[in-house]
């Protein structure tokens, strides 16, 4: 039998501060490492590429681990758990590698205006999904066609082949006449025609406008872009005969492939000149060429080629008033951490993702 005695020091021990304090303490030490525990099972791991300094201390935030990658090789073994992958300047093989390794893949985010890379390498877009850098490339390539455009119509370009020859082309400088019909001399009152009218063309169309220039569009739905009007297609028979300056920023796909083909290109002024900042796959390089050395063209301005680099025996090189510009137009994505963060707060969410294709 118990005593009184007995069983109120029981109940001083038990209930004494130090007990219920140590019982605390383990409790909360439990609590802490389930945490850490449960937290490091549900965070998902995002490959990020070397091949761009991105901040990613905007990404630190979020409910993912953070590991960085060579575009150039393979990713490690130990990485290729991974549900998220950044992609920018990722060779081919690399991006076989990792189509082909990342099973547990569910969302890649390029930082390119287009996925063909990606489509190309393997990845299945009904089973991951794939979004692009659409608008981080906007301000550098309509800087780009602007100059573009600047050469064409200033003869920048013969300008320099003088200078390298140290000969003086009086023929142009002096007195000049203005805007002499049939030449493409400047942008004041120039009819330039942009096809593939999005995010590039309305970021690219107030410089030209501001220069004096009259802008047309021309995409696959019609209609009153930023204030200007665009027109689909099937008035391209209307609308080339008419222009100066023809601006290509197409996508590449199937459907535009060749889309500025031989019997497009004839319906050009002979003075016109074409600019592509889109897809080289989008023209007819023979056919533009040949339009070229037959002075059907007053020249061309090419970003872009169907193969890249462009061949040595390539016969752009030498073409008659024919500027080659190496891919240079993007190349510099702006603020792609405000993307990826906007994109993965949204992907965690379960919500619908930004240029998404």
């Not at 690399?94 to 390029?110: C, H, V």
């Not at 169907?306 to 137009?329: F, R, V």
Request: aromatic share 8%.
């Amino acid at each position: 039998m118990f005593s009184l005695f007995s069983i109120q020091r029981v109940c001083i021990a038990v209930f004494k501060p130090t007990f219920f304090s140590s019982h605390i303490q383990l409790f909360k030490k439990k609590q802490v490492l389930y945490k850490k525990t449960s937290t490091a099972a549900v965070k998902m791991k995002l490959l990020y590429p070397t091949s761009i300094t991105l901040d990613t201390k905007s990404l630190e935030g979020f409910s993912v681990t953070l590991q960085p990658y060579d575009v150039k090789q393979p990713i490690p073994q130990e990485h290729t758990d991974a549900e998220i992958l950044i992609t920018w300047t990722n060779t081919s093989d690399n991006l076989k590698d990792a189509a082909s390794r990342l099973t547990k893949l569910r969302w890649i985010q390029s930082l390119a205006a287009g996925p063909n890379d990606v489509l190309n390498a393997g990845f299945d877009s009904s089973k991951i999904a794939i979004t692009t850098g659409s608008g981080l490339h906007d301000r550098t390539v309509s800087e780009h066609t602007l100059g573009l455009l600047l050469n064409a119509a200033r003869r920048f370009y013969e300008m320099r082949d003088y200078q390298l020859q140290r000969k003086w082309p009086g023929h142009l400088g002096g007195p000049q006449p203005d805007r002499p019909k049939g030449a493409f001399t400047t942008l004041r009152d120039a009819k330039v025609t942009i096809w593939g009218f999005g995010n590039i063309a309305k970021t690219l169309a107030p410089h030209l406008t501001s220069l004096g220039a009259q802008v047309k569009g021309v995409a696959r739905r019609p209609g009153v872009r930023d204030g200007i009007e665009v027109y689909s297609e099937d008035k391209l028979a209307e609308i080339l005969p008419e222009t100066d300056a023809l601006v290509m920023i197409l996508p590449g796909s199937d459907s535009t492939r060749h889309a500025l083909n031989a019997d497009r290109l004839k319906l050009l002024p002979s003075h016109a000149w074409v600019v592509n900042v889109g897809r080289g796959t989008t023209v007819d390089e023979n056919a533009l060429v040949e339009a070229l050395k037959n002075k059907k063209l007053g020249g061309a301005a090419l970003d872009v080629f169907e193969k890249e680099p462009l061949p040595e025996d390539s016969p752009l090189w030498t073409a008659p008033n024919c500027i080659i510009s190496p891919h240079a137009a993007g190349g510099r994505p702006q603020e792609a951490e405000v993307l990826i963060a906007d994109n993965l707060r949204r992907f965690l969410a379960g919500q619908e993702l930004k240029n998404k294709i």
